[in-house]
């Protein structure tokens, strides 16, 4: 007697109850002839091994947190960082000094011609930001990844002598500079918080009215491969991964371009980090890819901007997109931008409010669920650290999928459908299908041991 191939589905679909829901399974079965409209898996031919989903620690979400009271704070961490029932994120970004969700400007080293850093200072981060942190690494149980960015370095350092406007790093704190990322990564480590990777510097093409700063791409070149990439390794921080760009889509291959033809600037970076504001240029992923296979590719920050859209499902359905084009362009790691923020899509120093998966409203001390909660849900809970992307094909246009394999043998496929209509068709695999369907404006995990 054949053992049964089950196949677990969960589904989250718009017009229903269904969120992260588990559905009945169904079962793959010898495959018949002719092929119905099909997502097709093939596990011999495997892509990128995955490090893993997260999104942002920043002042603005733990001041947020701090307003709850301390069960919903619990829920809200657990609801991203629990492996068993939460989004289990593995992979989180922070700010150094400050950025737009924090509460106003500051830098960890405030005293003007300070080049030695010697009143450098993590004391603001300490209030709230640190615990936050803390509390996520201790629920992950010292499993999460952190990396972090620069928005600004402090305003004496600068050409405009603010941290606010773009402006540039003076060329005479270069070096200055490049010590305040190692002293950041030492205090950070004191704390009980290692650093895994470091971006250059958020936005760098970016003059905008809070905390900004302007490199080139020459600039950003010969400042990781005459500053910081070597003071990084004279400090014994080489394995921190150092991440350039950190920008849109559309600039990312000729920003990287710059940086990887110089092998001695190349030699100090990791990987090409990149944003979703300015269109999609999913092939500017690719094309990256294609040129440097050696680099890696991260997703470092993507959000609804223009305030918290409460209900909206459009937002899930952008967020799933994303995650899906880029994943299958060699993706190895997404991260969303703030991990709970109020209900006015803030605190924000300069009301540039947003929106988060989770809105904490702190007037009716409510936990609000965004639909981009469940639709990131669908990817994070299932598709773990070390997983490989598999080859994934799909028949139906309206339909976008991809495929991975855990180390565990478990087979995960996500199909989202942004369309009006609903579809059935069979999960095909080696010889074998599995008939299901998928409701409109739905997007559903599929669950399975390797078939063999």
Known sequence: MTAQRLVKQFCTARDTAYRLSELEPTEFVPASEPLGSAVSIDPAVKFQEFIGFGGAFTEAAAVTLGKMPWHLRQEILEAYFLSDRGNSYTLCRTPINSCDFSLGNYAYAEVKGDLELNYFNIDRDRQSLIPMILDAIKITKGKLKLFASPWSPPAWMKTNGQMNGGGKLRPEYRQAWANYYVRYIGEYGREGIPIW?????????????????????????????????????????????????????????????????????????????????????????????????????????????????????????????????????????????????????????????????????????????QSSYYYIGHFSRFIRPGARRLACTKTLDALETTAFLNRDGIIVVVVLNRSEQLFEFFLNIRGFEAKTSIHAHAIKTYVFEEVS
Not at 264 to 284: I, K, L, M, Q, S
Not at 323 to 336: C, E, G
């Open 197 to 369: 990777g470091l971006t250059v510097q958020n936005e760098p093409e970016a003059s905008q009215i809070w905390d900004s700063c302007l490199y080139t791409g020459e600039e950003e070149r010969d400042f990781v491969r005459d500053y910081l990439g070597p003071t990084l390794n004279d400090a014994g921080l080489g394995h921190v991964k150092l991440i350039i760009w950190d920008h849109n889509r559309d600039r990312m291959y000729e920003r990287a371009k710059i940086v990887l033809d110089d092998p001695e600037a190349a030699r100090y970076v990791w990987g090409v980090g990149f944003h979703w504001y300015c269109g999609d240029h999913f092939d500017n992923v690719q094309m990256t890819h294609d040129a440097y296979p050696d680099k890696h590719l991260i997703f470092t920050e993507g959000c609804q901007e223009g305030g918290p859209h409460l209900g909206s499902w459009d937002t899930g359905e952008r967020y799933a997109r994303s995650i899906i084009n880029d994943l299958n362009r060699w993706t190895v790691a997404w991260v969303d931008w703030n991990l709970v923020l109020d209900e006015r899509g803030g605190p924000n120093h300069v009301n540039n409010f947003c929106s988060a998966p989770i809105i904490a409203d702190t007037r009716a001390r409510k936990v609000l669920y």
